[in-house]
């Protein structure tokens, strides 16, 4: 079955303590990206990659970290996490990059008190 | 910079209506088109898309018209069902330049038996 799959679905964590979450996807897609939603401001896009060792910046980059060692993997890092990046997170991939993101993990609910 | 305005939710709806929910877009250029549809606890999937003035994008009874004149994406389908209670949110993809997508704030819709 063709998904995205994101981990943790929910996290506390304490400000400044360094996380990562995982997204992972079994569809050979070139493309993958992460988003932040909060409520009133819909979907906005953090980081994007291209391929494998290509990574550039979204609308809403500071504060996090990326890296695309492997196709199927993207992790997203929060190197010091602070209370204004309490949201909703998905990941979400296509074959390439132009189209619309195809399909999108569950999402991970992160809090940061 | 781009911009995706929805009409605000939520549309509550009885079973068999037919549905209108509005999108404007700006938008250096054409963009690409999409509307998504998000259901409790799940993340986006896509619904449909359009890539050029005058493209119909349709799935599942819905659908949307690419109206460069008016710069919309209204979304439409003749008869809700309950099953159809979820988030719906437009977005576009520019061609050039950053190809960040923009995303509308989302409309809930809820459908009553």
């Known amino acids: 079955e063709a998904q995205v799959t994101q981990n943790p679905r929910y996290l506390i964590t304490v400000t400044g303590k360094k996380l990562t979450v995982t997204c992972s996807q079994n569809?050979?897609?070139?493309?993958m990206s992460w988003y932040r939603q909060d409520p009133g401001l819909g979907l906005r896009q953090i980081y994007y990659?291209?391929?494998?060792?290509?990574?550039d910046k979204g609308d809403v980059p500071e504060g996090y970290k990326v890296s695309r060692k492997e196709k199927r993997n993207f992790p997203l890092i929060l190197e010091s996490p602070s209370p204004n990046q309490t949201s909703l997170y998905f990941c979400?991939?296509?074959?390439?990059?132009?189209?619309?993101?195809?399909?999108f993990g569950q999402g991970t609910r992160l809090t940061v008190v | 910079g781009d911009s995706v305005t929805q009409m605000e939710g939520p549309v509550t709806l009885s079973e068999e209506a037919f549905l209108t929910i509005n999108c404007t877009y700006t938008?250096?250029?054409?963009?690409?088109l999409f509307w998504y549809v998000q259901y409790p606890g799940e993340g986006l999937q896509l619904l449909l898309k359009?890539?050029?003035?005058?493209d119909k994008g349709s799935n599942k009874g819905f659908e949307a018209t690419y109206r460069k004149e008016t710069t919309s994406f209204h979304l439409e389908k003749g008869s809700v069902q309950v099953s159809d209670s979820a988030v719906y949110f437009c977005?576009?993809?520019?061609?050039?330049?950053?190809?960040?997508?923009?995303f509308g704030r989302g409309t809930s819709l809820i459908v009553h038996p």
């Open positions: 979400a991939s296509s074959e390439a990059g132009l189209g619309p993101e195809a399909f």
């Open positions: 569809m050979n897609h070139e493309y």
């Open positions: 990659s291209m391929n494998v060792e290509v990574t």
């Open positions: 938008a250096t250029g054409y963009p690409s």
């Open positions: 359009a890539t050029k003035a005058d």
């Open positions: 977005a576009l993809r520019p061609r050039g330049g950053s190809y960040i997508p923009t």
